[in-house]
Protein backbone atom coordinates (compact mmCIF):
# COMPACT_ATOMS: atom_id res chain seq x y z
CA UNK A 1 0.00 0.00 0.00
CA UNK A 2 1.32 3.46 -1.18
CA UNK A 3 1.61 5.95 2.15
CA UNK A 4 2.52 9.84 1.61
CA UNK A 5 6.13 9.06 3.08
CA UNK A 6 6.85 7.77 -0.57
CA UNK A 7 5.69 11.06 -1.91
CA UNK A 8 7.85 13.56 -3.19
CA UNK A 9 10.05 14.06 -6.52
CA UNK A 10 12.73 12.55 -7.75
CA UNK A 11 15.55 14.21 -9.84
CA UNK A 12 17.43 12.64 -12.98
CA UNK A 13 19.94 14.03 -14.71
CA UNK A 14 20.59 12.91 -18.33
CA UNK A 15 24.38 12.02 -18.84
CA UNK A 16 23.92 12.21 -22.69
CA UNK A 17 23.02 16.03 -22.30
CA UNK A 18 23.61 17.07 -18.42
CA UNK A 19 20.05 18.42 -18.20
CA UNK A 20 18.06 17.98 -14.91
CA UNK A 21 15.04 16.57 -14.25
CA UNK A 22 12.15 16.46 -11.59
CA UNK A 23 9.13 14.56 -11.32
CA UNK A 24 6.83 13.84 -8.61
CA UNK A 25 6.77 10.59 -7.43
CA UNK A 26 2.94 9.85 -6.17
CA UNK A 27 1.82 6.68 -4.32
CA UNK A 28 5.30 5.47 -4.61
CA UNK A 29 5.52 5.93 -9.05
CA UNK A 30 6.33 8.37 -11.20
CA UNK A 31 4.09 8.42 -14.33
CA UNK A 32 6.12 6.77 -17.17
CA UNK A 33 5.00 9.15 -19.67
CA UNK A 34 7.20 12.07 -17.77
CA UNK A 35 10.11 10.33 -18.86
CA UNK A 36 8.94 11.77 -22.39
CA UNK A 37 9.97 14.84 -21.60
CA UNK A 38 13.51 13.36 -21.38
CA UNK A 39 14.42 14.17 -24.92
CA UNK A 40 18.63 14.66 -26.14
CA UNK A 41 16.94 16.67 -29.17
CA UNK A 42 13.67 18.47 -30.30
CA UNK A 43 12.46 15.59 -32.43
CA UNK A 44 13.72 13.06 -30.29
CA UNK A 45 10.55 11.06 -29.48
CA UNK A 46 11.31 11.21 -25.46
CA UNK A 47 12.76 8.16 -22.90
CA UNK A 48 10.23 5.25 -22.58
CA UNK A 49 10.90 2.26 -19.74
CA UNK A 50 11.17 -1.13 -21.03
CA UNK A 51 9.50 -4.29 -19.18
CA UNK A 52 8.54 -6.98 -21.52
CA UNK A 53 6.78 -8.77 -18.04
CA UNK A 54 5.07 -6.17 -16.51
CA UNK A 55 7.44 -6.76 -13.98
CA UNK A 56 7.73 -3.22 -12.23
CA UNK A 57 4.68 -1.25 -13.93
CA UNK A 58 1.84 -0.27 -12.61
CA UNK A 59 -1.08 -0.34 -15.16
CA UNK A 60 -3.87 1.38 -13.01
CA UNK A 61 -5.31 2.49 -9.76
CA UNK A 62 -7.62 -0.19 -8.16
CA UNK A 63 -9.57 0.01 -4.66
CA UNK A 64 -10.31 -4.09 -4.94
CA UNK A 65 -7.71 -5.79 -3.85
CA UNK A 66 -4.45 -5.08 -1.61
CA UNK A 67 -1.70 -8.24 -2.36
CA UNK A 68 1.69 -7.63 0.08
CA UNK A 69 3.51 -10.07 -1.11
CA UNK A 70 6.74 -10.00 1.20
CA UNK A 71 4.24 -10.67 4.12
CA UNK A 72 2.01 -13.19 2.77
CA UNK A 73 -0.98 -10.71 2.84
CA UNK A 74 -4.16 -10.78 0.60
CA UNK A 75 -7.21 -8.89 1.44
CA UNK A 76 -10.24 -8.11 -0.69
CA UNK A 77 -11.66 -4.48 -0.14
CA UNK A 78 -9.84 -3.77 2.80
CA UNK A 79 -10.93 -7.81 4.27
CA UNK A 80 -8.79 -9.83 4.87
CA UNK A 81 -9.04 -13.20 3.39
CA UNK A 82 -8.88 -15.58 6.10
CA UNK A 83 -11.58 -13.82 7.75
CA UNK A 84 -13.71 -13.79 3.84
CA UNK A 85 -12.75 -17.50 3.93
CA UNK A 86 -14.02 -18.33 7.31
CA UNK A 87 -17.23 -16.10 7.11
CA UNK A 88 -18.08 -15.33 3.59
CA UNK A 89 -19.99 -17.01 0.83
CA UNK A 90 -18.68 -16.96 -2.28
CA UNK A 91 -21.24 -14.74 -3.59
CA UNK A 92 -21.13 -12.45 -0.45
CA UNK A 93 -17.40 -11.64 -1.47
CA UNK A 94 -18.52 -11.29 -5.36
CA UNK A 95 -20.77 -8.62 -4.04
CA UNK A 96 -18.44 -6.92 -1.69
CA UNK A 97 -15.54 -7.13 -4.92
CA UNK A 98 -18.16 -4.99 -7.03
CA UNK A 99 -19.89 -3.01 -4.72
CA UNK A 100 -17.04 -2.16 -2.80
CA UNK A 101 -19.09 -3.04 0.30
CA UNK A 102 -20.15 -6.26 2.45
CA UNK A 103 -24.13 -6.94 1.47
CA UNK A 104 -26.53 -6.17 4.06
CA UNK A 105 -29.09 -9.45 4.70
CA UNK A 106 -32.00 -8.24 2.29
CA UNK A 107 -28.81 -7.13 -0.84
CA UNK A 108 -27.38 -10.55 -0.23
CA UNK A 109 -30.60 -12.50 -0.59
CA UNK A 110 -31.56 -11.08 -3.60
CA UNK A 111 -28.34 -11.05 -4.94
CA UNK A 112 -28.42 -14.49 -4.13
CA UNK A 113 -31.62 -14.95 -5.99
CA UNK A 114 -31.05 -13.15 -8.67
CA UNK A 115 -27.61 -14.98 -9.65
CA UNK A 116 -28.86 -18.70 -9.33
CA UNK A 117 -31.73 -17.40 -11.51
CA UNK A 118 -29.35 -16.80 -14.14
CA UNK A 119 -27.38 -20.28 -14.39
CA UNK A 120 -29.37 -21.12 -17.12
CA UNK A 121 -28.17 -20.74 -20.53
CA UNK A 122 -29.57 -20.50 -23.32
CA UNK A 123 -30.25 -23.92 -25.11
CA UNK A 124 -28.25 -22.50 -28.11
CA UNK A 125 -25.45 -22.83 -25.55
CA UNK A 126 -26.19 -26.72 -25.21
CA UNK A 127 -26.04 -27.04 -28.82
CA UNK A 128 -22.58 -25.48 -29.18
CA UNK A 129 -21.27 -27.31 -26.64
CA UNK A 130 -22.72 -30.82 -28.12
CA UNK A 131 -20.93 -30.11 -31.48
CA UNK A 132 -17.51 -30.16 -29.48
CA UNK A 133 -15.57 -33.30 -29.92
CA UNK A 134 -16.23 -35.40 -26.91
CA UNK A 135 -12.54 -35.17 -25.71
CA UNK A 136 -12.50 -31.27 -25.91
CA UNK A 137 -11.06 -29.59 -23.28
CA UNK A 138 -13.26 -27.70 -20.74
CA UNK A 139 -11.42 -24.39 -21.14
CA UNK A 140 -11.67 -24.17 -24.85
CA UNK A 141 -15.23 -24.94 -24.29
CA UNK A 142 -16.10 -22.15 -21.65
CA UNK A 143 -13.80 -19.65 -23.78
CA UNK A 144 -16.11 -20.23 -26.54
CA UNK A 145 -18.94 -20.37 -24.68
CA UNK A 146 -17.99 -16.10 -23.58
CA UNK A 147 -17.80 -15.50 -27.52
CA UNK A 148 -21.52 -16.71 -28.04
CA UNK A 149 -22.76 -15.24 -24.86
CA UNK A 150 -21.12 -12.18 -26.53
CA UNK A 151 -23.69 -12.77 -29.03
CA UNK A 152 -26.63 -13.63 -27.34
CA UNK A 153 -26.03 -10.41 -25.57
CA UNK A 154 -25.71 -7.59 -28.19
CA UNK A 155 -27.36 -4.97 -25.75
CA UNK A 156 -23.68 -5.68 -23.52
CA UNK A 157 -21.67 -3.71 -26.40
CA UNK A 158 -23.56 -0.63 -24.39
CA UNK A 159 -20.51 0.30 -22.26
CA UNK A 160 -21.78 3.27 -20.87
CA UNK A 161 -25.20 2.17 -19.77
CA UNK A 162 -25.13 1.14 -16.19
CA UNK A 163 -27.84 -1.83 -16.24
CA UNK A 164 -26.55 -3.12 -19.57
CA UNK A 165 -23.10 -3.58 -17.68
CA UNK A 166 -24.38 -5.16 -14.33
CA UNK A 167 -26.47 -7.61 -16.32
CA UNK A 168 -23.23 -8.45 -18.29
CA UNK A 169 -21.36 -8.73 -15.16
CA UNK A 170 -24.17 -10.89 -12.93
CA UNK A 171 -24.84 -12.87 -15.90
CA UNK A 172 -21.09 -13.57 -16.25
CA UNK A 173 -21.05 -15.20 -12.43
CA UNK A 174 -24.08 -17.29 -12.78
CA UNK A 175 -23.70 -18.56 -16.40
CA UNK A 176 -19.83 -19.49 -15.98
CA UNK A 177 -20.05 -22.18 -13.72
CA UNK A 178 -23.08 -23.79 -16.21
CA UNK A 179 -20.87 -23.41 -19.14
CA UNK A 180 -18.39 -25.18 -17.49
CA UNK A 181 -20.65 -28.23 -16.02
CA UNK A 182 -22.49 -28.77 -20.02
CA UNK A 183 -18.77 -28.81 -21.12
CA UNK A 184 -17.61 -31.47 -18.44
CA UNK A 185 -20.99 -33.31 -18.84
CA UNK A 186 -20.07 -33.47 -22.55
CA UNK A 187 -16.79 -35.11 -21.95
CA UNK A 188 -18.45 -37.82 -19.64
CA UNK A 189 -20.57 -38.48 -22.50
CA UNK A 190 -23.99 -37.15 -20.66
CA UNK A 191 -26.99 -34.31 -20.93
CA UNK A 192 -26.53 -31.17 -19.35
CA UNK A 193 -28.94 -31.00 -15.75
CA UNK A 194 -30.37 -27.72 -15.27
CA UNK A 195 -29.66 -25.66 -12.68
CA UNK A 196 -32.60 -25.43 -8.93
CA UNK A 197 -33.52 -21.61 -8.47
CA UNK A 198 -33.65 -22.80 -4.36
CA UNK A 199 -30.78 -24.26 -3.98
CA UNK A 200 -27.36 -22.37 -3.57
CA UNK A 201 -25.11 -21.30 -6.19
CA UNK A 202 -22.56 -24.30 -5.44
CA UNK A 203 -24.29 -27.02 -4.53
CA UNK A 204 -25.88 -26.07 -8.22
CA UNK A 205 -22.39 -26.47 -9.41
CA UNK A 206 -22.26 -29.90 -7.66
CA UNK A 207 -25.14 -30.71 -8.61
CA UNK A 208 -25.05 -29.68 -12.53
CA UNK A 209 -21.72 -31.67 -12.24
CA UNK A 210 -22.86 -34.57 -10.78
CA UNK A 211 -26.57 -35.35 -11.57
CA UNK A 212 -29.59 -33.87 -9.65
CA UNK A 213 -29.72 -37.41 -7.21
CA UNK A 214 -26.57 -36.37 -6.16
CA UNK A 215 -26.91 -34.72 -2.75
CA UNK A 216 -22.81 -33.22 -1.64
CA UNK A 217 -22.25 -33.49 1.96
CA UNK A 218 -22.97 -29.94 3.66
CA UNK A 219 -19.01 -29.67 4.23
CA UNK A 220 -17.84 -30.29 0.76
CA UNK A 221 -20.21 -27.44 -0.41
CA UNK A 222 -18.35 -25.64 1.87
CA UNK A 223 -14.96 -26.38 0.64
CA UNK A 224 -15.83 -25.71 -2.63
CA UNK A 225 -16.94 -21.74 -1.75
CA UNK A 226 -13.63 -21.55 0.23
CA UNK A 227 -12.01 -22.39 -2.94
CA UNK A 228 -13.88 -20.35 -4.99
CA UNK A 229 -13.83 -17.37 -2.83
CA UNK A 230 -10.05 -17.65 -2.42
CA UNK A 231 -9.79 -17.33 -6.48
CA UNK A 232 -11.97 -14.35 -6.47
CA UNK A 233 -9.55 -11.69 -7.55
CA UNK A 234 -5.96 -11.65 -6.96
CA UNK A 235 -5.12 -8.17 -8.16
CA UNK A 236 -3.16 -7.93 -11.80
CA UNK A 237 -2.74 -11.12 -12.49
CA UNK A 238 -2.00 -12.39 -16.00
CA UNK A 239 -5.96 -13.01 -17.12
CA UNK A 240 -7.41 -10.01 -14.70
CA UNK A 241 -4.72 -8.00 -16.51
CA UNK A 242 -6.10 -8.99 -19.93
CA UNK A 243 -9.71 -8.57 -19.09
CA UNK A 244 -9.17 -4.97 -18.71
CA UNK A 245 -6.73 -4.73 -21.90
CA UNK A 246 -8.98 -6.26 -23.88
CA UNK A 247 -11.94 -4.45 -21.97
CA UNK A 248 -10.41 -1.00 -23.00
CA UNK A 249 -11.02 -1.56 -26.41
CA UNK A 250 -14.83 -0.99 -24.68
CA UNK A 251 -15.49 -4.22 -26.20
CA UNK A 252 -18.21 -6.14 -24.35
CA UNK A 253 -17.74 -7.46 -20.77
CA UNK A 254 -18.06 -11.17 -21.70
CA UNK A 255 -15.94 -11.07 -24.65
CA UNK A 256 -13.27 -9.12 -22.37
CA UNK A 257 -13.98 -12.24 -19.80
CA UNK A 258 -13.51 -14.29 -22.18
CA UNK A 259 -10.07 -13.26 -23.18
CA UNK A 260 -9.54 -13.61 -19.22
CA UNK A 261 -10.46 -17.68 -19.84
CA UNK A 262 -7.84 -17.80 -22.66
CA UNK A 263 -4.81 -15.85 -20.16
CA UNK A 264 -6.22 -18.26 -16.86
CA UNK A 265 -6.06 -21.38 -19.61
CA UNK A 266 -1.44 -21.19 -20.01
CA UNK A 267 -0.51 -23.41 -17.84
CA UNK A 268 1.94 -20.48 -15.64
CA UNK A 269 -1.74 -19.87 -14.79
CA UNK A 270 -4.54 -21.34 -14.04
CA UNK A 271 -3.38 -24.75 -15.73
CA UNK A 272 -0.59 -25.07 -12.58
CA UNK A 273 -3.21 -27.24 -9.96
CA UNK A 274 -3.67 -29.57 -12.75
CA UNK A 275 0.12 -29.95 -13.68
CA UNK A 276 0.42 -30.07 -10.16
CA UNK A 277 -1.66 -33.50 -9.37
CA UNK A 278 0.45 -34.54 -13.06
CA UNK A 279 3.91 -34.37 -11.09
CA UNK A 280 2.74 -35.68 -8.12
CA UNK A 281 1.68 -38.67 -10.01
CA UNK A 282 4.54 -38.81 -11.40
CA UNK A 283 6.76 -38.43 -8.57
CA UNK A 284 4.36 -41.88 -7.25
CA UNK A 285 5.26 -42.04 -3.96
CA UNK A 286 6.98 -40.09 -0.48
CA UNK A 287 10.27 -41.60 -1.30
CA UNK A 288 10.91 -40.27 -4.80
CA UNK A 289 10.48 -37.39 -3.55
CA UNK A 290 14.23 -36.08 -2.79
CA UNK A 291 15.08 -37.85 -6.25
CA UNK A 292 12.70 -35.22 -8.16
CA UNK A 293 13.58 -32.04 -6.13
CA UNK A 294 17.46 -32.56 -7.55
CA UNK A 295 15.58 -32.70 -10.90
CA UNK A 296 14.03 -29.45 -10.12
CA UNK A 297 17.23 -28.29 -9.01
CA UNK A 298 19.47 -29.16 -11.72
CA UNK A 299 16.72 -27.71 -13.45
CA UNK A 300 15.08 -30.30 -15.63
CA UNK A 301 11.74 -30.19 -13.92
CA UNK A 302 9.89 -27.35 -12.29
CA UNK A 303 8.26 -27.48 -8.90
CA UNK A 304 4.51 -26.81 -10.13
CA UNK A 305 2.42 -24.84 -7.51
CA UNK A 306 5.47 -23.23 -6.02
CA UNK A 307 6.89 -19.67 -6.49
CA UNK A 308 4.64 -16.79 -7.54
CA UNK A 309 5.53 -13.18 -9.10
CA UNK A 310 4.04 -11.48 -6.15
CA UNK A 311 4.14 -13.87 -3.22
CA UNK A 312 7.82 -14.05 -1.85
CA UNK A 313 6.29 -15.83 1.53
CA UNK A 314 3.86 -18.13 2.06
CA UNK A 315 1.39 -17.95 -0.31
CA UNK A 316 -2.05 -16.80 2.55
CA UNK A 317 -4.32 -18.55 0.28
CA UNK A 318 -2.38 -22.28 0.48
CA UNK A 319 -2.05 -21.72 4.42
CA UNK A 320 -6.37 -21.74 4.37
CA UNK A 321 -6.58 -24.62 1.28
CA UNK A 322 -4.40 -27.17 3.51
CA UNK A 323 -7.06 -26.46 6.68
CA UNK A 324 -9.66 -26.97 3.70
CA UNK A 325 -7.64 -30.57 2.72
CA UNK A 326 -8.70 -31.91 6.33
CA UNK A 327 -12.32 -30.99 6.16
CA UNK A 328 -13.08 -32.63 3.19
CA UNK A 329 -10.90 -35.56 3.69
CA UNK A 330 -12.57 -36.10 6.56
CA UNK A 331 -15.95 -36.64 4.28
CA UNK A 332 -13.65 -38.15 1.54
CA UNK A 333 -11.13 -40.27 3.09
CA UNK A 334 -7.38 -39.11 2.28
CA UNK A 335 -5.86 -38.99 -1.02
CA UNK A 336 -2.51 -41.24 -1.25
CA UNK A 337 -1.37 -37.64 -3.05
CA UNK A 338 -1.64 -35.66 -0.25
CA UNK A 339 1.83 -37.91 1.81
CA UNK A 340 3.65 -36.94 -1.65
CA UNK A 341 2.31 -33.38 -1.86
CA UNK A 342 3.38 -33.12 2.50
CA UNK A 343 6.49 -34.34 1.81
CA UNK A 344 7.55 -32.05 -1.26
CA UNK A 345 6.34 -29.10 0.69
CA UNK A 346 8.81 -29.97 3.67
CA UNK A 347 11.93 -30.88 1.81
CA UNK A 348 11.59 -27.56 -0.43
CA UNK A 349 11.01 -25.55 2.21
CA UNK A 350 13.78 -27.10 4.19
CA UNK A 351 16.30 -26.60 1.06
CA UNK A 352 18.60 -23.47 -0.11
CA UNK A 353 17.77 -23.61 -3.55
CA UNK A 354 14.03 -23.04 -2.97
CA UNK A 355 14.86 -20.85 0.19
CA UNK A 356 16.86 -18.72 -1.42
CA UNK A 357 14.61 -17.92 -4.39
CA UNK A 358 11.96 -17.47 -1.89
CA UNK A 359 9.76 -20.39 -3.34
CA UNK A 360 6.56 -21.42 -1.30
CA UNK A 361 3.60 -23.28 -2.06
CA UNK A 362 1.13 -21.11 -3.82
CA UNK A 363 -2.67 -21.61 -3.74
CA UNK A 364 -2.96 -24.67 -6.60
CA UNK A 365 -0.11 -26.57 -4.81
CA UNK A 366 -3.38 -28.07 -2.68
CA UNK A 367 -6.06 -26.84 -4.24
CA UNK A 368 -6.22 -29.77 -7.03
CA UNK A 369 -6.02 -32.17 -4.52
CA UNK A 370 -9.52 -31.02 -2.94
CA UNK A 371 -11.05 -30.55 -6.61
CA UNK A 372 -10.13 -34.58 -7.14
CA UNK A 373 -11.59 -35.38 -3.88
CA UNK A 374 -14.71 -33.66 -4.51
CA UNK A 375 -14.71 -36.03 -7.75
CA UNK A 376 -13.81 -32.98 -10.53
CA UNK A 377 -11.58 -34.06 -13.25
CA UNK A 378 -8.44 -32.39 -13.70
CA UNK A 379 -9.10 -30.93 -16.73
CA UNK A 380 -11.51 -29.24 -15.19
CA UNK A 381 -9.71 -27.44 -12.30
CA UNK A 382 -8.43 -24.80 -14.67
CA UNK A 383 -12.83 -24.54 -15.28
CA UNK A 384 -13.16 -24.15 -11.19
CA UNK A 385 -10.22 -21.46 -11.26
CA UNK A 386 -12.24 -19.46 -13.73
CA UNK A 387 -15.56 -19.91 -11.74
CA UNK A 388 -14.12 -18.37 -9.00
CA UNK A 389 -12.06 -15.82 -10.37
CA UNK A 390 -15.13 -14.39 -12.20
CA UNK A 391 -16.31 -12.04 -10.10
CA UNK A 392 -12.96 -10.03 -9.36
CA UNK A 393 -12.66 -9.92 -13.59
CA UNK A 394 -15.65 -8.24 -13.45
CA UNK A 395 -15.50 -6.11 -10.72
CA UNK A 396 -11.61 -4.94 -11.86
CA UNK A 397 -13.60 -4.84 -15.32
CA UNK A 398 -15.83 -2.34 -14.31
CA UNK A 399 -13.34 -0.12 -12.27
CA UNK A 400 -11.51 0.00 -15.21
CA UNK A 401 -14.39 0.94 -17.31
CA UNK A 402 -15.26 3.48 -14.61
CA UNK A 403 -11.77 5.13 -14.24
CA UNK A 404 -11.68 8.71 -16.66
CA UNK A 405 -7.98 8.18 -17.08
CA UNK A 406 -7.94 4.61 -18.71
CA UNK A 407 -7.37 5.17 -22.60
CA UNK A 408 -7.46 2.49 -25.01
CA UNK A 409 -4.15 0.21 -23.63
CA UNK A 410 -1.50 0.22 -26.16
CA UNK A 411 2.32 -0.58 -25.06
CA UNK A 412 5.01 0.41 -27.11
CA UNK A 413 7.88 -1.43 -28.50
CA UNK A 414 12.16 -1.20 -28.73
CA UNK A 415 11.75 -1.88 -32.46
CA UNK A 416 15.14 -4.45 -33.56
CA UNK A 417 13.98 -5.49 -37.27
CA UNK A 418 15.57 -4.53 -40.26
CA UNK A 419 16.36 -1.37 -41.71
CA UNK A 420 14.30 -0.24 -44.63
CA UNK A 421 15.32 -2.02 -47.37
CA UNK A 422 13.54 -2.61 -50.97
CA UNK A 423 11.03 -5.06 -52.32
CA UNK A 424 12.37 -8.12 -53.58
CA UNK A 425 10.59 -9.39 -56.55
CA UNK A 426 9.61 -13.29 -55.93
CA UNK A 427 11.71 -14.68 -58.55
CA UNK A 428 15.14 -12.76 -57.53
CA UNK A 429 14.91 -14.32 -53.87
C1 LIG B 1 4.69 -18.59 -10.88
C2 LIG B 1 5.96 -18.35 -11.70
C3 LIG B 1 5.58 -18.34 -13.20
C4 LIG B 1 6.56 -17.01 -11.28
O1 LIG B 1 7.62 -16.76 -12.13
P1 LIG B 1 8.57 -15.48 -11.98
O2 LIG B 1 8.00 -14.46 -11.10
O3 LIG B 1 8.91 -15.08 -13.39
O4 LIG B 1 9.82 -16.08 -11.22
P2 LIG B 1 11.17 -16.52 -11.88
O5 LIG B 1 10.87 -17.49 -13.00
O6 LIG B 1 11.95 -15.29 -12.17
O7 LIG B 1 11.84 -17.33 -10.71
C5 LIG B 1 12.92 -16.88 -9.89
C6 LIG B 1 13.87 -18.04 -9.68
O8 LIG B 1 13.19 -19.15 -9.05
C7 LIG B 1 13.18 -20.29 -9.92
N1 LIG B 1 11.83 -20.86 -9.86
C8 LIG B 1 10.67 -20.14 -9.86
N2 LIG B 1 9.64 -20.98 -9.74
C9 LIG B 1 10.14 -22.22 -9.67
C10 LIG B 1 9.55 -23.48 -9.54
N3 LIG B 1 8.24 -23.63 -9.45
N4 LIG B 1 10.35 -24.57 -9.50
C11 LIG B 1 11.69 -24.43 -9.59
N5 LIG B 1 12.32 -23.23 -9.71
C12 LIG B 1 11.54 -22.15 -9.75
C13 LIG B 1 13.52 -19.76 -11.30
O9 LIG B 1 14.13 -20.76 -12.08
C14 LIG B 1 14.43 -18.62 -10.98
O10 LIG B 1 15.68 -19.16 -10.64
P3 LIG B 1 17.04 -18.36 -11.09
O11 LIG B 1 16.90 -16.99 -10.51
O12 LIG B 1 18.14 -19.16 -10.54
O13 LIG B 1 16.99 -18.37 -12.60
C15 LIG B 1 7.01 -19.46 -11.42
O14 LIG B 1 7.32 -19.47 -10.03
C16 LIG B 1 6.53 -20.85 -11.85
O15 LIG B 1 6.68 -21.21 -13.02
N6 LIG B 1 5.91 -21.65 -10.91
C17 LIG B 1 5.36 -22.91 -11.27
C18 LIG B 1 4.00 -22.74 -11.90
C19 LIG B 1 2.95 -22.34 -10.90
O16 LIG B 1 2.83 -22.92 -9.83
N7 LIG B 1 2.12 -21.35 -11.29
C20 LIG B 1 1.00 -20.91 -10.47
C21 LIG B 1 1.15 -19.50 -10.04
S1 LIG B 1 -0.21 -19.09 -8.96
Redesign the pocket.
Known amino acids: MATEAQDGTLTVTDNRTGTTYEFPITDGTIRATELRNIKVSDDDFGLMTYDP?FMNTVSCRSAITYLDGDNGVLRYRGYPIEQLAAKSTFLEVAWLLIHGELPTTAELASFTEDIVGRMPVDPSIAASIGAFHQDAHPMGVVEAGFGQLSTLYPEAKDVDSDPERMDALYNTIAKIPTIGALAFRHNQGLDGVAPDPVLGYSTNILKMFFGSDYEPDPRLVRALEILLILHADHEQNCSTSTVRVVGSSRVDPYSAVGAGVAALYG???GG?NE??LVMLREIGSKDNVPAFVEK?KN?E?????????VYKNY?PRATIIKKACDDVFEVTGVNPLLEIAVELERTALNDE??VR?K?YP????YSGLIYEALGIPSDMFTVMFAVGRAPGWVAQWLEMINDNEQKISRPRQVYVGADERDYVEIESR
Do not use: K, Q, S, T
Not at 301 to 309: I, P, V
Not at 362 to 365: P, R
Open positions: APLHAAVVRALLMGFGHRDFFRLNVDF
